[in-house]
């Protein structure tokens, strides 16, 4: 069965420092891989998703993440971090065949002043 | 107009109630799910309709009951409440057509509701 980690519980980060949020999964085949955001009090909302070709892939609100096949990640990034962008971040992948996506138990970022 | 509706957005009930959660979604998705997060944040998927036929069922107790008059709504039908099922409740829809993968194309993904927190009391 395929599993998503996030590594990271929680981090913290400055205002206008970068960014880059690890994930990493057990799949056997080539995984579909999203990255979900989560603000306080609110849904999920789809930051960006991989499904094949170029393994860079750009999201909304300036963050890109990159698929390496040979590390089994798909790290999420960000060049400068603003106030806003303090939430809970959320690594998916769905499996082949199936219809169903699995999520990474999220990491909780904190943007200091 | 929004994508994915759920109501209510908070719920406080009694242990022994029975209670409903209603979802509505408005992008033409064939597939509905259900996703309960718990205190630590941890989202699993409970249920997942694709034009009202159940497709996943995971380990939830038969307390749980989803019910999907049409391909536009799933709700969720929770009898005997205990104190364990207080978490946020999170509605989702995607593009999914029964066939393949429920993440792929340029439409592909979830898209969620805004959640129900559940307190049991």
């Known amino acids: 069965a395929q599993s998503v980690t996030q590594p990271d519980i929680h981090i913290t980060v400055s205002e206008g420092a970068s960014l880059e949020l690890r994930c990493n999964y057990s799949?056997?085949?080539?995984?579909?891989l999203f990255w979900y955001v989560q603000s306080p009090g609110q849904g999920l909302q789809l930051l960006l998703k991989?499904?094949?070709?170029?393994?860079l892939v750009q999201g909304i609100k300036g963050f890109e993440a990159e698929f390496k096949r040979s590390q089994s990640s798909f790290n999420l990034r960000k060049p400068s971090v603003h106030w806003s962008d303090a939430a809970e971040y959320f690594c998916?992948?769905?499996?082949?065949?199936?219809?169903?996506?699995?999520f990474g138990a999220g990491t909780r970022l904190t943007v200091k002043p | 107009d929004t994508a994915v509706s759920q109501t209510p957005k908070y719920l406080v009930t009694q242990m022994g109630n029975d209670k409903s959660i209603k979802c509505e979604q408005n992008?033409?998705?064939?597939?509905m799910y259900w996703y309960k997060q718990d205190s630590k944040k941890f989202l699993k998927i409970m249920f997942s309709?694709?034009?009202?036929?159940?497709?996943i069922n995971e380990t939830v107790p038969n307390r749980f009951s989803p019910k999907s008059p049409d391909k536009a709504h799933l709700n969720l039908h929770i009898n005997s409440l205990e104190l364990g099922d207080s978490a946020v409740y999170f509605c989702?829809?995607?593009?999914?057509?029964?066939?393949?993968?429920?993440?792929?194309?340029?439409?592909?993904?979830?898209?969620f509701g805004s959640g129900t927190r559940l307190t049991v009391v």
């Open positions: 989702a829809s995607s593009p999914w057509d029964g066939v393949g993968r429920a993440g792929q194309g340029l439409n592909g993904g979830y898209t």
């Open positions: 799949y056997g085949a080539t995984p579909y």
């Open positions: 991989y499904f094949s070709g170029d393994t």
């Open positions: 998916a992948v769905d499996e082949y065949n199936n219809n169903d996506m699995r």
């Open positions: 992008l033409g998705h064939d597939t």
């Open positions: 309709y694709n034009n009202k036929e159940l497709i």
